[in-house]
């Protein structure tokens, strides 16, 4: 596709429930990034995929959270157990190379809300 | 650690007013420096960046930033604001050539017509 895609667009859980949101980056692009964005905050780092190594995972913020991206290509970001503090909007993004001089294509981002 | 204060959450001006939307930074090594925008229901598009170079940077839309070390600052501006310039501006640092990005809370520019 033309950029990137995230789907579910909105997505809303029960608290305890499991929750999966995917994200497809830019065809040919290295890097994959997720970000969480608070309701009036920025965004927030999570982890980083350069293809489907899994550099960084400094960001996620307890063990309820997962990332994987299994062939290099779609990602997909699971949090078991939702709790209300995990409602935000959940950010993907991806560059062609890992240079962070490169630019970041950002997805509409998924709307989590956890009632 | 590497953090970004954007400095006003709200900025209200008139269609053809200039803006100045400001962003300080804190970093302990070398940035590389970020704004982007994000219109409703989009996801984030990048504006400009500093890498090195030339203090003034521009970008797309008629916006620039100039990168002030003396006052770790990085404050974007444009001369003449238009309707469709409304939308919520992250300025964002990146520190010692690393992948991860940190962005400030946030400015929501109003275009008042």
């Known amino acids: 596709g033309a950029g990137v895609s995230q789907s579910p667009r909105y997505k809303v859980a029960k608290r305890g429930q499991d929750v999966a949101l995917r994200c497809d980056p830019i065809?040919?692009?290295?890097?994959l990034f997720w970000y969480q964005q608070a309701l009036g905050q920025g965004p927030e780092f999570l982890t980083y995929?350069?293809?489907?190594?899994?550099?960084?995972k400094s960001g996620l913020p307890s063990d309820r959270f997962f990332a994987e991206r299994p062939e290099g290509s779609v990602s997909t970001l699971k949090i078991q157990r939702t709790q209300q503090e995990d409602s935000a909007v959940y950010l993907c993004?991806?560059?062609?190379?890992?240079?962070?001089?490169?630019?970041?294509?950002f997805g509409p981002g998924t709307r989590l809300t956890v009632l | 650690a590497q953090s970004v204060t954007q400095l006003d959450s709200q900025v209200p001006v008139f269609e053809e007013a200039p803006v100045e939307l400001r962003c300080n930074y804190s970093?302990?090594?070398?940035?590389?420096l970020f704004w982007y925008v994000q219109y409703p229901n989009q996801g984030l598009q990048l504006l400009l960046k500093?890498?090195?170079?030339?203090?003034l940077v521009k970008g797309i839309n008629g916006f620039e930033a100039e990168f002030n070390k003396s006052q770790t600052s990085f404050h974007l501006r444009k001369p003449s604001v238009h309707i469709s310039d409304t939308a919520e501006y992250f300025c964002?640092?990146?520190?010692?050539?690393?992948?991860?990005?940190?962005f400030g809370i946030g400015t929501k520019l109003q275009v008042i017509p």
């Open positions: 065809s040919g692009h290295v890097s």
């Open positions: 993004a991806s560059s062609l190379r890992s240079a962070v001089l490169l630019e970041k294509f």
């Open positions: 500093y890498l090195s170079g030339s203090t």
């Open positions: 964002a640092v990146s520190s010692g050539g690393y992948q991860k990005v940190t």
């Open positions: 970093s302990s090594v070398s940035v590389y």
């Open positions: 995929f350069q293809n489907e190594a899994q550099l960084d």
